[in-house]
């Protein structure tokens, strides 16, 4: 406890601009409350419009030295930064399970997941080359550059405090972008951490500018509306997303969207099961199953549904749920109250269209957001379960007949982010892979996130990739010289 209060103390409250932690110009504050118990946790400054309108300011004014600097001046802050999170795991992780709710184990595999991208980007920032080249004709040479998109917004959401947030800000950094980072109203005390490790790290004045508010639209209006803005990275729900894409088309904003899922999981009658068991849990559990690339939908051949569903439910059925500080604690509380009543309900409306509640399915009476990890069989394919994302520990299983049936199931949803096969016949799975419109597969495997890989989706899963070789291009513009030949 006492640790605990010295690391809320040492955690900043303000906004952070051109290089200062400022209180909000209207002295508003807004409350970041622990989803375990309902406590407040801390007390942070509320951006108003003109502090949005500073952070973009202190954002376009860095902008043309930063872009100046060396690739190895930027890769070292980000290596820098890279031993400070490290160094300071236990203290990101225990805010995160504070403010977030996952259990410590979880928080730790975050950071450790979220500082990938710090020592990615570090190695990718001086590799991202141009080219020379004659054209086919002969007459010119071509010289063809990357440079930096200019300031950037960047908007990230609750469920990985740290990951999507260095997802961002370290290719950004990389590339030599400024930023405005706006951190999730419910969880922004991770951000805050990593911020004070950023300017440890020694980020520029002006480069990282990050204002927490209680209301997004008075952070993104403004910043939006700036002719100086350059793109927007937005990592969140599909409805936001589209709005945010509609303001972007007004100043013609590059834009990255990571949008929501609605993740098959496809157990074929050739799969071997434990294995599969073993991926289902990592693939809906992890996170509590807030997680975009979550599995939302089990499609089980019905020759071995049955099987898989015994061996799936005694597994969720043995999980600890609990304050996520615990030691033993599998199951932490769904973010907040809201987020608990939708999945409520979304059980309720598949047991309402006749499917069976198999393990759980209920909240769990007294404080905080808890929701028992839940199995539902006989799903039908007009249950909210199958049509929408759950964001919660509840796993549908719905049967099917063949191949074809499977895709059919799987790609009959507007999202297209995660999916995840299960077969040990590897024609199949190819075969089956290259029929799903989705921007990630799992084979065999029930998390496959790595900084090294481009994560993305299609349809309405959003635009742009984030990680990988594609994660850097997101923010450079590719800009070309031609000059006779000599
Ligand atoms: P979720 O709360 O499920 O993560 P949201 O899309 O509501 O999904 O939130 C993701 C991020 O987008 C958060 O930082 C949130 O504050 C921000 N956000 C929500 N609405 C808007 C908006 N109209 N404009 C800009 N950002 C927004």
Sequence with gaps: QENISALLEGTPTGLLINGEWRDASDGGTFDVENPATGDVLATLASATEDDSRAAMDAAA?????????????????????YDLVKEHTEELATLMTLEMGKPLKESRGEVAYANQFMRWFAEEAPRHYGRYADTPEGNLKMIVTHKPVGPCLLITPWNFPLAMA???????????????????????????????????????????NVV???????????????????????????????????????RVLRTSMELGGNGPFIVFEDADLNKAVEGAMA???????????????????????????????????????????EDGTDVGPLV???????????????????????VGGKAVDGAGYFFEPTLITGVTEDSRVFT??????????????????????????????????????????????????YGLLGMNVGVISNAAAPFGGVKESGLGREGGAEGIAEYTTTQ????PSP
């Design 336 to 358: 907040e109250k809201k987020a608990r009543d939708g999945v409520a309900e979304l059980v309720e409306d598949a047991k309402e269209k006749g499917a069976t509640i198999a």
């Design 166 to 208: 260095t997802r961002k800000v370290a290719p950004a950094v990389a590339a030599g972008c400024t930023m405005i980072l706006k951190p999730a109203r419910l969880t922004p005390l991770t951000s805050q951490y990593f911020t004070k490790l950023m300017i440890e790290a020694g980020i520029p004045t002006g480069v990282l």
């Design 283 to 325: 693939a809906k559990m992890r996170n509590m199953g807030e997680a975009c690339t979550a599995a939302n939908r089990f499609l089980v051949h019905e020759s071995v549904a049955e099987e898989f569903s015994k061996k799936f439910g005694e597994r969720l059925a043995a999980l600890k749920t609990g304050n996520g500080l």
């Design 480 to 483: 070309y010289m031609g000059l």
């Design 61 to 81: 004014n860095a902008q043309e030295s930063w872009a100046r600097t060396s690739t190895r001046e930027r890769s070292d802050i980000l290596m820098r930064a």
């Design 388 to 437: 929408e994302e759950i964001f919660g520990p509840v796993a549908p299983v719905i049967t099917f007949k063949d191949e074809d049936h499977a895709v059919r199931l799987a790609n009959s949803t507007e999202y297209g982010l995660a999916s995840y096969v299960f077969t040990e016949n590897i024609s199949r799975a190819l075969r089956i892979g290259e029929r799903l419109e």
């Design 212 to 250: 927490c508010s209680a209301s997004a639209a008075k952070v993104s209006g403004p910043i939006m509306d700036d002719p100086r803005l350059r793109k927007v990275s937005f990592t969140g729900s599909t409805p936001v997303g589209k709005q945010l894409m509609k303001t972007a088309a007004d």
